[in-house]
């Protein structure tokens, strides 16, 4: 009787890398829903647009590695990175902008560092700073939310977005459609209380929370990363530390809502990539801290940088810049932050030699 | 309701427990042959008490325990014993252990054996006598390890809470529920014993997962009166690892590296229970224990009480085996069990489960992908480790690093590789990684030894090269101080008293010494020849008797003892030789000769110098040499025409009156007080002999002795030899004293052998005085020329030997070359100055 020889456990779970990261992309889904509809069709055509690049280049590489391409490209893993790049940039980019972001991410914030599992830095965000330094113009154009045109006009059909995205001549440029978002209207007021400023700008007026569309966009992220923490897919830890930091910063400097305000907690919320970025990106295993209490270190402080940059840097959004930032320092925070084994009194350095 | 605490991390695999329970447990008809291991438990293999051929009862104890952690193992059932050898035994790394096979006669004959008296309770005896029962009954830990339990009994520290485990919590396995369902009753009866023998712990706890209601209910009735208690809790993977369920129980951790019971609590397994209670009611070993047989590639799920020693293939033929559809053949459960690669293998005391699992049950797993560090690991992981970390260092082969992330505290449990989505075997890589680091250290140990050995080599040799020098500088100290006494010599002019008295002083010493010598030299040897002898007997009894390792040893013992009684009469030899034929008769002839005679021995001996020196002419290359060898052999011829014209000279009935009276008595003198000494001497060696020898033997008895002492305190086998030799030494003692007594009285014969050393010293002082006396100035300075040359040659050779061998002695060698050279200078030098 040939009788195999393996070791345990003999049992498995279902569960896959490749499941993961279908649970993953799903949970997307309400966020792509908002965004599609207060901001068209943009994002959708930015996910198609880089989920082919992104596979394509996977499979590239994966050719030049000699590896089983396949049996790769079956993790889904590029299929991830390229959603949500293709989620964080601004809807209706030019084609040019998501590809060579997403190739950027792929080929070199990906595979240059040894491919799935070994890459220091978040790929989707590495694209992102990558096109927001090169191409500042086309990646602060965004369209205005549904909310703010005017009586009978009405965002880009799905065909006419393609062609804006892919600048074919016969329609309107994307800046006719532009608008300023909450965060760059906030930083950019200096006379008017808040208040004032909800009262008298469309963007917030228009509004239930912090901004026309947005608020929702947040929302539907919110949602889909509590379906991916209650499939267990990863821990509370980094999401709650970094909103919970978050909110704590814009209360310290609410300032009672003053024009040296830099906005309410529950704008920063709301706002920007924020909760794409807390269930997101910050949650990617591979860059960040390994532990529990790490992870709540790493969040917390993300929240904080977040905070930082979008109240005194002059970039419109802060969520890229932060979480590279942390990802620099996760493997710092791991050495620190190592659990405490059962049997032991405390936990341990990871680089302590002795005990 | 007793508290219970969380177990950290955990899965819960599907359960699978209700295909096994449906059934009774079952007993199967006896197999061909039982195959029993001699190690079927964590310590030392059982010493084998049967040979090939016996015929043994049910119950009879086939080897028996060897040292404190180890238990016997016994026969099954009645039969005969058709083999002992090497036999594939249930080990994860399928090895093959001596084992004992028995074909079964069918008669199920049981050995006489009882358990305690049922008129008194087990409280009436002592735990001691009671671990003995159980010791001797083959138990060790049915739930896995297999630890002997007597040893995991008598623990070090006083133990406040007994926990029998009961969890079960691997999937499938239904032993010990279904043991619980039947046989509660025995079952509380041996927890019962085990309290009593720990001393009675202020807690009894018997933990069980709640997936298990029946049990719980089965065994509700029998611990209501007593002080055990049931605790349920929630079922999870692993709570039934030892350290999960004293956390789960009682919310305190095993100190890492630690026992249970260095926090006062001892973990014994519910079928350990059951098997106490057999073992110290009715005097029943160990010989069958309750194993699951499951999985979808058996037609029959069911528990069945199975002797040890089954093949498990006899147990899989009775349940409906489908070879084809079986996947892995499993011992154990699904998350810590191991592959079997042969059905042959049998039944040990901890297999407690055999799974044939199906294809469907158990795929063959998928190739893994790369670690996405998702941290599910993290989450299930019971000991609170970082097993994504422990793997990345696994992979690099970082010891450090993995050290540091504590991986000796990995229980293997399985929960990690369970849960990885990218199907990596992380247990896998723990086992090589933690064998590695302990291959690592075991070699780290080996090392340092090594280095500590040539550290000690080194200092060693240091020293002894620092005595070396200390010794040379003593010397050299001591030649200059010959030197400057020579030169002051040199201006007296009865130098050669002085010479004589020298030679007197160290012939009176070296004579002293020979006879020591020799004394301690046949000790010596009679000492060698009876160490033979006894080695010698104790070959042929081992011969008879002993293993061939023992023989072996004993073979090199009288090699040695051979060698070393050789070594003692070579050296007796020697010292006979050196002492045993003194030239006196011709020295004394010399000394009182006449002066024709004298002259005539001169003539002689410069013709032969003369022929000595011509040849070293012919022989010799160096120029300066051949100049020197020439004047010499000139100077030869002029002496040896001297001597021959005072020959011619000499009247012919000239009287032997000495020629030169002053230097021929100071001789005579000399010779008279050394012969005074050898003398008185010559009487004591015999007595003083003795002496030393009792002095000897004295210590040696002290010796043997302590050697005694230590031996009996150590209660070494050695004690009776050890006696025997004290009481010997006594004896020879005793004799050697009468031996002295009777010397004392009566004075010896005088020893002939003895006084010769003397003797031969003093010819040899005569003759050098008598030379010195007849040789002039300038014959000294040749004299000394021809010596310096002859050492400087010798020198010189030595010197390119050493060089050719690159030995570190070259410089010093060349050193004593080089003073050599200048000291043959300066004596030619002066001869030269000499002759005018």
Known sequence: MALLKITSPHAHTAQSTASVMRLVLLATIPGLIALTLFFGWGSLINILLAGSVAVFCEAAVMHLRKRPVMFYLGDNSALVTAVLLGLALPPLAPWWVVV???????????????????????????????????????????????????????????????????????????????????????????????????????????????????????????????????????????????????????????????????????MHLLSGGTMLGAFFILTDPVSSATSNRGRLIFGALIGVLIFIIRSWGSYPDAVAFAVLLMNFAAPLIDNYTLPRTYGHKKSRRATEKKE | MRKVWDLIGGVHPPENKHQSV????????????????????????????????????????????????????????????????????????????????????????????????????????????????????????????????????????????????????????????????????????????????????????????????EARAALEPFVRDTHIQLVSFPTRYPSGGEKQLIQILTGREV???????????????????????????????????????????????????????????????????DEHDCSRLIMGGPMMGFTLTDPDIPVIKTTNCILAASREESPTPPPSQPCIRCGMCAEACPASLLPQQLFWYAQS????????????????????????????????????????????????????????????????????????????????????????????????????????KAAMARAAESQTSPAEQQARLER????????????????????????EQQQEQARAAVEDARRRLEDARRKRAQLDEATGSPDTDKVMARLQAGPRETLEKKIASCKERIAVTRQKIADSDDETLKAAL???????????????????????????????????????????????RAAATRDLPAEEKLRQTVVALEGRIEKARAKLDEARAGESEYVNALQAGLEKLQDKLLDAQQQLNAIATQPSAVDDDSGDAASSAIARAQARVAELASMSEEDKLRETVTSLKSR?????????????????????????????????????????????
């Open chain 2, 397 to 500: 082969h970082n010891h450090e690093r993995l050290e540091a992330h504590n991986l000796f505290d990995c229980i293997e449990c399985g929960a990690c590789s369970y849960v990885c989505p990218s199907n990596i075997p992380l247990v896998q890589y723990y086992r090589a990684s933690k064998g590695e680091i302990r291959k690592q250290a075991q070699e780290k140990i080996k090392s340092d030894r090594a280095r500590a050995r040539f550290e000690f080599q080194k200092a060693r040799k240091e020293q002894e090269e620092m005595a070396k020098a200390a010794k040379r500088e003593a010397r050299k100290q001591a030649a200059e101080q010959a030197k400057a006494m020579t030169a002051e010599r040199g201006n007296k002019p009865q130098g050669s008293e002085d010479i004589v």
């Open chain 2, 22 to 213: 449906q059934l009774p447990i079952g007993v199967l008809p006896l197999p061909e042959k039982l195959v029993i291991p001699l190690n079927q438990h964590i310590g030392a293999p059982a010493k084998l008490l049967v040979a090939t051929g016996d015929r043994v009862l049910k119950g009879q104890e086939l080897a028996e325990p060897t040292g404190l952690v180890s238990v016997g193992v016994h026969a099954p059932t009645s039969g005969t014993i058709s083999d002992i050898s090497e036999y594939p035994i249930p080990h994860p790394s399928g090895m093959a252990a001596r084992s004992i096979t028995l074909i079964p006669d069918g008669q199920e004959q049981w050995v006489d054996h009882v358990g305690i008296d049922t008129t008194y309770s087990f409280q009436d005896y002592s735990p001691a006598k009671l671990l003995e029962m159980i010791r001797h009954a083959g138990i060790a830990g049915l739930g896995g390890a297999g630890f002997p339990s007597a040893v995991k009994l008598s623990p070090r520290k006083a133990i406040t809470t007994l926990i029998i485990n009961a969890s079960e919590c691997e999937p499938y396995i239904t032993a010990d529920d279904m043991l619980m369902r039947e046989r509660a009753e025995a079952i509380v009866e041996g927890v019962q014993i085990l309290s009593y023998i720990l001393g009675g712990p202020e807690e009894v706890l018997i933990g069980i997962e709640d997936n298990k209601p």
């Open chain 2, 792 to 836: 400087l040659e010798k020198a010189r050779i030595k010197l390119r030997e050493a060089e050719a061998e690159r030995s570190e002695h070259v410089d010093s060698l060349r050193t004593a070359a080089e003073k050599l050279q200048v000291r043959l200078t300066e004596a030619e030098q002066q001869l030269a100055e000499y002759h005018p």
């Open chain 1, 100 to 266: 060579i972001g997403t190739s950027f991410a792929i080929l070199i914030a990906k595979h240059l560092y040894g491919g799935l599992g070994y890459n220091p830095f978040n790929p989707a965000m590495v694209g992102y700073v990558v096109l927001l330094i090169s191409f500042p113009v086309q990646m602060t154009a965004w369209p205005a939310p549904l909310p703010l045109y005017a009586e009978g006009v009405s965002p880009p059909e799905f065909l006419a977005s393609l062609q804006i995205v892919f600048g074919l001549p016969g329609v309107e440029t994307v800046d006719a459609f532009t608008a300023a978002t909450p965060l760059d209207t906030l930083r950019q007021n200096s006379g008017l209380l808040i208040a004032q400023l909800y009262e008298q700008d469309p963007l917030f007026s228009l509004a239930r929370w912090a901004g026309a569309g947005w608020e929702w966009v947040n929302l539907g992220f919110l949602l889909g990363g509590c379906f991916l923490l209650y499939r267990r897919v990863f821990t509370w830890h980094g999401p709650v530390a970094m909103l919970a930091s978050l909110s704590l910063c814009a209360a310290l400097f609410y300032d009672g809502g003053s024009s040296a305000s830099h906005g309410s907690p529950l």
């Open chain 2, 255 to 321: 100190p890492s590296g630690g026992l249970p019971a260095d926090i006062g609590i001892v973990c014994q397994n519910v079928g350990t229970a059951f098997a106490v209670q057999k073992a110290i009611y009715f005097g029943e070993p160990l010989i069958s224990r309750i194993t699951t047989v499951t999985g979808r590639a058996c037609a029959t799920n069911r528990n069945y009480e199975v002797l040890i020693g089954t093949p498990i293939a006899h147990l899989l033929a009775h349940n409906g085996f």
């Open chain 2, 630 to 676: 020439t004047s010499g052999l000139e100077k030869q011829q002029a002496k040896l025409a001297d001597a021959q014209q005072a020959l011619a000279e000499l009247p012919d009935n000239t009287p032997d009156t000495p020629v030169t009276r002053e230097t021929t008595d100071a001789a005579a003198n000399a010779i008279a007080q050394a012969q005074a």
């Open chain 2, 524 to 547: 010596g040897i009679a000492r060698a020849e009876s160490h033979l002898h006894t080695v010698e007997k104790r070959l042929e009894t081992i011969r008879e008797e002993g293993s």
